[in-house]
C-alpha cells in the first residue's frame, strides 16, 4: 500500500513499508548467525532462521524506521496474529512472516513470546532510562528472554524448569550487549546502565558518550559483567537436561555470552553480542 505525501511522492503504508525480506536476513551473516544443517539438520535450521527474521525485523522497526514506529509495530503485531490465524482465513502477507507461520505449525509455538518481542520494541519508544537492575531484568523478560523459550519450542523442550533458566541466561546475554553497545544506545537516546548504578560509579553522560571509557565506567562495566555472569551461569544446568542438538545451542548461547565479557573486562574492541549470534558456535561454525 501507499499513500501521497504532502509533496506529491508515494508514502509507503502497512506491510509494504516494513523492512524486506532481502533487507533482515542478510544482517544473519553480520552477527554470525550460520546454522549448520548438519547438526541441528535442515528443517531445524530452517525454522531457527524463520524465528530469527521476526526477532530482526521488529528490532529494525523499533530501532531504525523511518516514520511512526509505533504505528509499524502494530503493523508486525497484525501480521503476526495472522501468522496464528487459519491459512485459509487471513495469511500474512510479509515474506518472513509467511516463513514464520509455517514453523509455528510445525513447532506449535505459542504467540506470546513473539507478542513480548513486539511489547519490548513498544517500550524503547517511550522509556529510554532505567532506574534499577531489576527494571533492566524485567525489560529482558521482554527483549530477551522470548528468543531463548522460542529456541527451546523449536526442539520441543519448553518445560518450565528449563524456561525459568534460559530467561536467566537470555538476559545475562541481553546485559551483555547492553554493556557492548553503551555509546551506540546513548547516540539513540537510550541508556540501559540502571540510573542507581550510575550514580554509584559516579558515570556522567559524557563517560557513556566517550571514544574511551573512563576509570568509572569500566568499573561499572566490571560490576554490570558480573551480574551477567552470574545469569550465564545458568547455561550449564540447562544445558544438562537437554539432547544433544538443543544441548549444543545452549552452551553456544552461554560461551559465547562468557567470551564476551573477558574481553569487555580486558578493554577490547567487540562486535555486538547479539542473542542468535550465540547460535553460531552451538552449529559448530
Known amino acids: 500500500m501507499s499513500a501521497t ?15 524486506s525480506r532481502e533487507q533482515v536476513l542478510p544482517q544473519a551473516g553480520r552477527e554470525n548467525f550460520t546454522v549448520a544443517s548438519g547438526i541441528l539438520g535442515r528443517r531445524r535450521a530452517r525454522q531457527l532462521m524463520a524465528i530469527y527474521g521476526f526477532a530482526r525485523l521488529v528490532d529494525d522497526v523499533g530501532d531504525e524506521a523511518v516514520g ?26 510479509h515474506p518472513l512472516m509467511q516463513e514464520l507461520a509455517v514453523t509455528v505449525r510445525e513447532c506449535r509455538l505459542p504467540i506470546g513470546p513473539f507478542e513480548r518481542l513486539i511489547e519490548a520494541n513498544r517500550m524503547d519508544q517511550v522509556l529510554t532510562r532505567y532506574e534499577t537492575f531489576a527494571q533492566l531484568l524485567e525489560y529482558c523478560q521482554l527483549s530477551a528472554a522470548p ?17 525459568a533458566l534460559s530467561d536467566r541466561v537470555c538476559a545475562g546475554l541481553q546485559v551483555v550487549e547492553h554493556l557492548q553497545d553503551i555509546a551506540e544506545d546513548h547516540s539513540r537516546s537510550r541508556v540501559y546502565m540502571p540510573r542507581e548504578d550510575l550514580e554509584r560509579f559516579g558515570c556522567s553522560e559524557a563517560d557513556l558518550a566517550a571514544a574511551q571509557p573512563s576509570a568509572n565506567l569500566r568499573a561499572l ?33 552461554a560461551a559465547g555470552g562468557m567470551r564476551a565479557l573477558e574481553t569487555l573486562e580486558h578493554g577490547r574492541a567487540t562486535r555486538p553480542a547479539y542473542i542468535w549470534k550465540m547460535l553460531s558456535t552451538a552449529a559448530g561454525r
Do not use: W
Not at 509505533?70 to 502477507?93: I, K
Not at 544433544?244 to 552452551?251: K, N, S
Open 5 to 19: 505525501a504532502p509533496g506529491g511522492g508515494q508514502v509507503l503504508t502497512g506491510v509494504a513499508a516494513l523492512p
Open 68 to 93: 511512526d514506529r509505533t504505528a509499524l509495530l502494530d503493523v508486525v503485531a497484525l501480521e503476526l496474529h495472522r501468522a496464528f490465524a487459519e491459512p485459509r482465513l487471513d495469511a500474512p502477507q
Open 147 to 163: 528468543v531463548g523459550e522460542l529456541v527451546l519450542g523449536v526442539f520441543g523442550a519448553a518445560t518450565a524448569n528449563r524456561v
Open 221 to 253: 562495566i566490571s560490576f554490570e559483567a558480573s551480574r551477567a555472569r552470574a545469569l550465564l551461569s545458568s547455561g550449564g544446568p540447562l544445558a544438562r537436561t537437554l539432547p544433544l542438538a538443543p544441548r549444543l545451542a545452549v552452551a553456544g548461547f
